[in-house]
Nanobody, 115 residues
């Protein structure tokens, strides 16, 4: 059974940083593209960033230059380093694994950017 467990969310002031982690189990990690999505209150869940096994990345335009996605293929973990956070980054952040067995989601971790 595929399981994705996110951590690292919390409350941070504008301009601050957070690092999210997502540990995957029950899958062959190298076969999956790993992504981060987010859902703000009253809005649909939307794409933030993805990374392939080889390390190719893509980002939502509004986070480019502030967020960095990376993965540790030895420990089946994907990270999202978030710098220069803004109030509009407030959302529940979800980890997604997409590969041979379809799409799998984590339970989400709350990120709140507020003074």
């Amino acid at each position: 059974q595929v399981q994705l467990v996110e951590s690292g969310g919390g409350l941070v002031q504008p301009g601050g940083s957070l690092r999210l982690s997502c540990v995957a189990s029950g899958l062959i990690f190298s076969n999956y593209v790993m992504s981060w999505y987010r859902q703000a209150p009253g809005k649909e869940r939307g794409f933030v960033a993805f990374i392939t096994f080889a390390g190719s990345t893509n980002y939502l335009t509004t986070v480019k230059g502030r967020f960095t996605i990376s993965r540790d293929n030895t420990n089946n973990t994907v990270f999202l380093q978030m710098n220069s956070l803004k109030p509009e980054d407030t959302a529940v952040y979800y980890c997604k694994a997409n590969g041979p067995t379809g799409a799998h989601w984590g339970q989400g971790t709350q990120v709140t950017v507020s003074s």
